[in-house]
């Protein structure tokens, strides 16, 4: 594997390659010394054309416990903003020797602009392209998943013991909320179903995806509906994407009020979920729209512990990339 684009590309095998190497990369960060020698010469850079806290932050700690060089660039103070364009900041990346870059951009597609232009030779990482694809996303959500329903001895984890390995065979995931303007569920949407598990999206007509006929989910318009015919492990709550709305969201949806009526998330309705269900979100959160703060600080809610998990699933990802074919060799 040369690029990480989309949850699309992956097969089974290779996402479950990539979720038992962030377990050994975690297992490495409750050392006294975090960082590794792995990526020692190699240059990262970080390209955001998009704001980020989370993944920047955590792509960045990623590839510097590895012991990579990071050069952070976002497109704000940056030429770019002078009108340059993608192939020629592309262009000085490669004169700079970059061994690989992470890029986030507002144009669905232009990870895949990047990687099969040939204007750089490095990896390409997608962190997140427009309302197309945000794969490390998607396998830190599933590196979660397994962790607390999969597997485990005792306590919430023992609800599985899947039968074919390391997947997700048997959980029912619900994705609530923004389908429409989400890299997130979409990238979510093929690799769960890749990894054996069963998805329902929950959410208003407005804000689904045309042609969700052919996707492989089940379709619901309100959680009260969801939460009644299906047993859900995991609840992943959506952001309500604004800026990506023009209006505000009053096109979408009536009013914040009537959104969080049918589709928020409060203490009331996670008790109706199972006793082992987990509560997520990608963060950033609109406390009060589709969580409401009960229910995001919750015991059941592993929202900060997505980000955490979320470095080491990175340094898996960069691992793979950038030494995994040398270390096997
Ligand atoms: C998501 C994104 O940027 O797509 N956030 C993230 O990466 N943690 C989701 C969002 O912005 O709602």
Do not use: C
Request: hydrophobic share 40%.
């Amino acid at each position: 594997m040369k690029h990480l684009l989309s949850t699309n590309d992956l097969s089974r095998a290779q996402a479950i390659r990539i979720l038992d190497t962030a377990e050994q990369m975690a297992a490495t960060q409750d050392r006294e010394i975090r960082k590794l020698p792995t990526l020692r010469g190699k240059t990262i850079v970080n390209l955001f054309f998009e704001d980020s806290t989370r993944t920047r932050i955590s792509f960045e700690a990623a590839a510097k416990r590895l012991s990579a060089d990071v050069i952070n660039f976002s497109a704000k103070g940056s030429s770019v903003s002078k009108g340059e364009s993608l192939k020629d900041t592309a262009l000085t990346l490669q004169a700079m020797g970059a061994d690989a870059v992470v890029i986030r951009h507002w144009a669905s597609g232009a990870a895949y602009r990047l990687a099969e232009s040939g204007w750089m030779h490095g990896s390409v990482l997608n962190a997140g392209d427009g309302t197309h694809q945000h794969p490390t996303q998607a396998l830190l959500d599933a590196f979660t998943m397994r962790k607390h329903l999969i597997g485990a001895q005792e306590g919430p984890g023992a609800h599985m013991q899947t039968p074919t390995g390391n997947d997700l065979t048997g959980l029912t995931v619900g994705l609530v909320g923004d389908v429409l303007h989400s890299r997130v569920a979409r990238s979510n949407v093929s690799l769960l179903t890749t990894l054996g598990a069963k998805v329902v999206l929950v959410s208003p007509p407005t804000l689904v995806p045309v042609g969700i006929e052919s996707w492989p989910v089940e379709v619901v318009h309100g959680l009260d509906e969801a939460l009644d015919r299906f047993d859900i492990d995991a609840l992943m709550m959506l952001r309500v994407q604004r800026e990506r709305m023009s209006g505000g969201g009053s096109s979408f949806f009536p009013s914040a009020q009537e959104y969080t009526r049918l589709f928020g998330l409060d203490g009331d309705r996670m008790r109706r979920l199972p006793g082992h269900a987990i509560v997520m979100h990608p963060g950033p959160m609109n406390r009060g729209l589709e969580i409401t703060a009960e229910a995001a600080d919750s015991e059941r809610s592993v929202i900060v512990e997505q980000v955490s998990n979320g470095v080491a699933v990175r340094m898996a990802a960069l691992y793979l990339l950038l030494a995994g074919e040398e270390d096997a060799q």
